[in-house]
């Protein structure tokens, strides 16, 4: 058989389902897009609420230039204490990209006051004189630029870690607050033709990782209010390029000198910007909220198929678990593509939301498709933990939307920018999606500004898109892994690997009796069960045996649930497996179809053991289960196409494999019925018909005609029988009028043990014991005197003493409600006798009925049962 033969079963089986589920898709799509409907519309009604809020700079303001305000008479001297003494201007540049000569073009200007203290075009940039460093002793003019040893983003980075370990308090600078540049120049070509530099600035989003200098934290006032206020500003990176601008030009002819200075535009006030955050705060927990709803929807599915025992049926019908799970990662991937993509353009280019429309878009499609395949493969690790579709959504759910939230709060409360998220948080894949949201959202509303360029990015943010790839990989992985060595409600549990590793070869062969623990001997088995077992002991060739049982054991825990069973079943044959219910029959059944594992001993289907071959062994079985296991959106012809391609039919003949069943079975006029369009009896017929549908060597049947009607029930009878030829089958029934009809050998089964083997009339002539004999008094008669008991026994002790004068022999088997029934031997009397005499006594003994009937199935199996 193909392989691909199994995964275009699972792939057009579950295209047909997703067809007809339409409503379910377009609402699992829209989910997300509500959210980001209800964050536009608040952004709207808050946005339209505090428009026209204002606040006007009450003096003109010049950035980067601490010397004018000393040296030029129309602005008021500012010292250095007026400053709040945090005065120190400093730049890092670098200069290691230039040649010797252009080196010496730039020049240094280290601060330090005396003479040839400077060079170069950077001995221009105008200076304030006198002012006290923060880390140093002695007076430094400002601003001075030093030359880290290490390149600028990394000394800067590494300052960040730093500052990011010491005390932290909301509203007061950082005590080493110094550390930190408040700009940097990276100089690419320097001389008298060109300049090519980039320039940056501090954009740290957290006011106190920044200086209060006049560089990128201001003083501000506004109008009518005399006190001074602080607040963080974008316009620091202009004042240093005017500030080199000029220095350059001043080095190309030193006898102009360029007077430049910045003026505001009005200011947008701290309440409106206020206003910004919380929107962006509620955009960095319900966009992250939004895209992590279908997680719940995937898990439920796969639970699903558990709880409805489908993905179990499809197992037993020789179903590789590798093609289920590429076929629904597949299928969960295209919605998640359709969901996430619709997602994206709609906020891109229809709403407009700025964190989505500024930032580059290939960094979106990365966060977006890294989440979406880690929700599938976590889909896959919980499944493995719940058995129920109800408790797989509320779990889903959940963790969707409490880790969520855990994001959020760990972004907003514990680690917010600039503090970087710990790489043991980063691998919890709720929180680095949620972190990366978070960081996008926030870029797009502080001085740093979106993230337009994937060379922009943050290790934090790589390490973020890391963690949910490698989060897709591992949870992919170790879900498929448990879920074979997990037990499940249903199926056999896969060894370890390392189990494996360490363990012996096993060769396929027959054990010995001694290997079984159980001395077969003391079972209370009758002669042909003894027969048979020896039976398949001697056998030779297995391939010519659709089923060979020999000594399976079945325990649960401290329970035996079957002892030794040994069985050969032949081509055409109809196997009849009685007993009540916790006999034993179930766990034979489930353990050759690989539901269950066996405890010892093995069984064989046309030559290939269940212990070592259960692939093989599931490819040559049909299973017909008790209670129908079918998808109610397929039709019968799609439900038999399914299982035709997983048994691995031709594609040339899968088409007419499944007119024959469907012709086998009387549905060809139904062929295009949706199951749930079927009535009771039909849908037993397709569960046959699903059983016959791959060529089978062996049918297990289960209760077939449970819940029929007598007339849907005779019809099944005479299905059954048309399909016999070709294979053997085995039906399990609690109707014995069922296992007459049908079976050409019964097995009564009885506290795991098979008690009986024969024909059905050889069970009956060695169990049965002749006739049965059933009296019953007038009901009139007997309600009148039953209120009264030594009259009601009185008519019932006259019949009593009557059988017992005519049929000494006979064993009185049951008495109720006025009927009673005897067992009689064919040899202690003629059926003529009895009649002649039962009539004559009829009326004086207030006999209303009676009848003789030979031994039927049923009293067999309740004297074996009740013997045992």
Known sequence: MKKSYQFRALFYKNASIQSRQIGTNICQILTPLICLVLVYIIQEIIFDKFSGWTFQLDFPYILNIPFIYSQIPMFNNVSCLQWQQIVEIRYFYDVSKLSHNEQNFIGWNNGQIGKNMSSGLLQNILQRPG??????????????????????????????????????????????????????????????????????????????????NGITKVFFKVAENKTNNLMLVAEAQVGLIDLITRAYLHKLNPKIWLISGIQYMPLIGEDRNLVQKAINLMGALLFPLS?????????YSIVLDKEERLLQMMKMNGMRMVDYWIVQYLFSSILTFVTYILFYFVAMYGIEIQVFKYTDSNLILLILIGWGLTQISLS???????????????????????????????????????????????????????????????????????????????????????????????????????????????GVASEPWICKFFKKTEYLEFYEEDQLGLNVNQLEEDQDVLQEREKVYKLKNLEDYPLVCKDIRKMYQNTVAVKSFSLCVEKGEIFGLLGPNGAGK???????????????????????????????VQMRIGVCPQFDLLWPELTVEEHLLFYARLKGVHRELERVRVQQSMA????????????????????????????????????????????????????????????????????????????????????????????????????????????????????????????????????????KDFIRDILPQSIMLSEFNGNLIYQISEKSCKVSDIFWQIEKQKEYLQISDWGISQTNLEDVFMKIVGQF
């Open 380 to 490: 896959f690790f919980f499944q493995v933990f719940l058995n129920k579709s109800r408790t797989a959504t509320i779990i889903g759910y959940l963790i969707s939307v409490w880790g969520t939230i855990m994001a959020s709060t760990i972004n907003l409360a514990i680690y917010p920018d600039p503090l970087e998220l710990p790489w043991y948080l980063q691998i919890v894949p709720q929180i680095a999606f949620g972190r990366l949201f978070y960081i996008l959202s926030f870029a797009c509303v502080s001085q740093h500004g979106c993230y337009t360029s994937l060379e922009l990015i943050s290790p934090e943010i790589q390490g973020c898109l890391l963690s949910l790839y490698y989060n897709t990989v591992f949870y992919a992985i170790m879900g498929i892994y448990l879920h074979e060595i997990i037990p499940q409600e249903y």
């Open 291 to 299: 895209l992590s709803l279908l997680l719940p929807v995937f898990l």
């Open 664 to 799: 086998e079975v009387k549905l060809e006029p139904y062929f295009n019925y949706q199951t749930q369009q079927l009535s009771g009896g039909m849908k037993r017929r397709l569960s046959i018909a699903i059983a016959l549908v791959g060529e089978p060597l062996i049918v297990f049947l289960d209760e077939p005609s449970t819940g029929l009607d007598p007339d849907n029930r005779r019809q099944l009878w005479e299905i059954i029988q048309q399909c016999r030829e070709r294979r053997a089958m085995v039906l399990t029934t609690h109707s014995m009028e069922e296992a007459d009809v049908l079976c050409n050998r019964i097995g009564i089964m009885s506290q795991g043990v098979l008690k009986c083997l024969g024909t059905p009339q050889r069970l009956k002539n060695i169990y049965g014991g002749g006739y049965h004999l059933s009296v019953q008094i007038h009901r009139d008669k007997y309600l009148q005197s039953i209120h009264n008991q030594q009259q009601s026994q009185f008519y019932i002790n006259k019949v």
């Open 586 to 616: 179930t766990s034979i059944i489930s353990t050759i179809t690989g539901l269950y594992g066996c405890s010892d001993g093995t069984a064989f289907v046309g030559g290939y053991s269940i212990k070592q071959q259960m692939k093989e």
């Open 131 to 212: 002012c006290k460093s923060n880390n140093q002793s002695e007076l430094r003019n400002i601003p001075f630029l030093e030359q880290p040893e290490i390149s600028i983003n990394e000394d800067i980075y590494q300052r960040i870690q730093y500052l990011n370990t010491q005390p932290f308090y909301r509203g007061r600078d950082l005590d080493d607050i110094w550390m930190i540049p408040d700009g940097a120049f990276t100089f690419h070509n320097a001389n008298e033709e060109y300049l090519n530099v980039t320039i940056q600035v501090n954009d740290l989003r957290i006011p106190e990782y920044h200086r209060a």
